[in-house]
């Protein structure tokens, strides 16, 4: 339950992530923890973050340029993603 929230969070950008907070909880920080980027964007998290660089190896089985519509619309996409986010805490609450 919580990988299938945390997806359907990635795929709706309604979730722990910085350009959410820096939408509707501006109090909140918004930047990313890895410290490249000063909003943290689900695009930033899927394609260029060095947090996640080690498991980004899942996504890429599943699309070879990380293209966003693959990851996010696609079965084998969203499978990619789930097992990203089991093994990395990606779109969690820091």
Partial sequence: RHTHTRVIQAITGHGFVGAYYHLFLPDLP??????????QFRLHILSECPLYEEHRHLLIAA???????????????????AKLIDTSNAFGKS
């Fill in 30 to 39: 918004s930047s990313c923890p890895c410290g490249t980027s000063d909003i």
């Fill in 63 to 81: 699309s070879q340029d990380l293209s966003p519509s693959a990851i996010l619309r696609t079965h084998k996409g969203l499978t990619a993603l």
